[in-house]
């Protein structure tokens, strides 16, 4: 633990949730811990909720991360949170942090939809009602907002370069947040824009990152159990796997913590990173997930317990993603898919079926379907894949719109007939255009492995589900 007194900030991070708090932030101190620097206390954002920031006021930051599983290491208390501000209720705080000379790195984990990202165009939501206000002058709630203010705020201050890192499972994610933080700009006035992009453009760089660590949402349990070990009640410990890491590309504005030092690594590739993550891990995890919801699985440990699951992820690493993906130099595939698996199978996490399914919607484009396009246009049947497709087309029209945990839901819903079976509810989500594109709709193999599996998973459940899998 690092000592407090002499901690400056130097980092703003916006989404601090538990990710956040067992990943970035246990790097970060590693970091200053191995090099004795004590200039990247981290100024924290909460987004959506306060939640967090409640939590740490009391604590001057400080929060515990608990390991669980083979290999786990002792209670660790964090000390690299220097400050902990509710976005939502002080925006301009948030302005003022990102714009401070002291600061020279904003990191970001605000989840797929915090981007505010036009489904149809990929590019920043200008529609959006959020956005609109930011971009009229309103104190801004959206990340993208923000950050666009502080950078215009530094400015007009002379504050010095900056450095914007997304740490969300984003393709490209620096270059996307990139590209969003130029359209807000664009989207300004003139007498505004011109000059933000021009400052933009030679004081701030976005690099991509990859980022990997099973941080599932803590229970009161978990607390309990922490207050037993620790003798004090923490409510913002975080639990995690053991295993995490950290691939960035090495693209600074200015200076930056020696996170290489605490284990990250910089790569000139990070792309290759990332598209493994997304196809094997990620997809794997929605597939679970999925099939878990389906079939009553509360956790994923559950779900990879069941043998015929396993299978259907194994085979979807090995014969639809893996053949499709350009590995980065170093990585064994074979032995990459073994060990996602064997880290889902732990049951210390409790990562839960229905958290891990939230928002699929805004997941599956990038995990799953990226591969079923890749594998019809090297002329194979994405059967594995296309399971992973099928189990969430039926979560979403078996589950009541009010419960359906997705910013789309009420679209998805609106699109779903009333009488609903494999022949009626498989056209109807693949003509969701926000989804779907019409290429990939329109293919009657990518069709037919759907309307299979659906009926499978609707009609025999998890029998039907095991034999199929398993002799199908």
């Given at each position: 633990m ?7 900030p ?31 206390g ?18 001057d ?17 964090v000390?690299s ?13 948030v ?37 609109q ?10 990340a993208?907002?923000?950050?666009a203010?502080?950078i ?18 984003l393709?490209g ?29 030679a ?20 607390l309990?159990?922490?207050e ?13 796997e ?22 990250a ?22 597939m679970?997930a999925?099939?878990?919801?389906a079939?009553?699985k ?13 299978t ?25 898919c ?15 079926t ?8 805004q997941?599956?484009?990038?995990r799953l ?20 497709v ?24 609106a699109?779903?007939?009333?009488m609903?079976?494999?022949?009626t509810?498989?056209?109807?989500l ?22 299979h599996?659906?009926?499978?998973i ?15």
């Amino acid at each position: 633990m690092l000592p407090r007194e002499g901690l400056r900030p130097g980092i703003v991070h916006l989404g601090l949730g538990a990710f956040a708090r067992a990943h970035t932030a246990v790097f970060t101190e590693d970091a200053m811990l191995a090099t004795g620097s004590s200039d990247w206390g981290i100024v924290g954002v909460t987004q959506r909720s306060d939640t967090v920031a409640r939590q740490l006021a009391p604590q001057d930051g400080l929060f515990t991360v608990a390991e669980r599983g083979g290999g786990a290491a002792p209670l660790r208390v964090v000390s690299s949170i220097v400050e902990a501000i509710s976005g939502k209720d002080h925006p301009e705080t948030v302005v003022d942090r990102i714009a401070a000379p002291t600061t020279h790195v904003v990191t970001l984990t605000v989840t797929e939809k915090g981007y505010r990202i036009d489904p149809h165009s990929g590019s920043l939501n200008t529609a959006d009602p959020q956005v609109q206000a930011d971009l009229a002058g309103q104190p801004p709630q959206t990340a993208i907002g923000q950050i666009a203010r502080g950078i215009q705020k530094r400015a007009r201050t002379g504050a010095g370069p900056l450095t914007v890192m997304s740490c969300d499972n984003l393709p490209g994610n620096g270059q996307l947040t990139g590209s969003l933080v130029r359209a807000f700009a664009a989207a300004l006035p003139d007498a505004e824009s011109g000059p933000l992009l021009a400052w933009l453009d030679a004081n701030v760089s976005f690099p991509s990152t990859m980022v990997d660590r099973m941080v599932p949402a803590t229970t009161h349990g978990d607390l309990d159990a922490v207050e037993h070990e620790l003798g004090l009640r923490d409510e913002a410990a975080v639990v995690a796997e053991p295993f995490m890491q950290w691939v960035i590309e090495d693209n600074f504005a200015g200076v930056r913590p020696a996170w290489e030092k605490a284990g990250a690594l910089f790569s000139t590739d990070v792309a290759a990173w990332e598209a493994a993550k997304l196809r094997l891990l990620n997809a794997s995890h929605s597939m679970l997930a999925y099939l878990g919801l389906a079939t009553g699985k509360a956790t994923i440990s559950d779900a990879v317990g069941e043998d015929a699951f396993r299978t259907a992820c194994s085979r979807m690493m090995a014969e639809d993603a893996l053949p499709t993906i350009g590995l980065p130099p170093g990585l064994d595939g074979e032995l990459y898919c073994a060990q996602v698996l064997e880290r889902f199978a732990n049951p210390a996490l409790g990562h839960t079926t229905a958290k891990v399914g939230s928002d699929g919607s805004q997941k599956i484009g990038l995990r799953l379907l990226t591969t079923v396009r890749a594998t019809l246009d090297a002329g194979r049947e994405p059967r594995w894949a296309a399971l992973a497709v099928a189990a969430w087309m039926h979560h979403v029209a078996s589950t009541p719109e009010a419960e359906l945990n997705d910013p789309l839901a009420a679209g998805l819903h609106a699109a779903l007939p009333v009488m609903r079976s494999a022949e009626t509810v498989v056209p109807a989500l693949l003509g969701f255009s926000s989804i779907f594109d019409g290429e990939l709709a329109a293919h009657p193999g990518f069709t037919n492995l759907l309307l299979h599996w659906y009926r499978i998973i609707d009609t025999q459940g998890l029998g039907g589900l095991r034999n199929e899998i398993n002799h199908g």
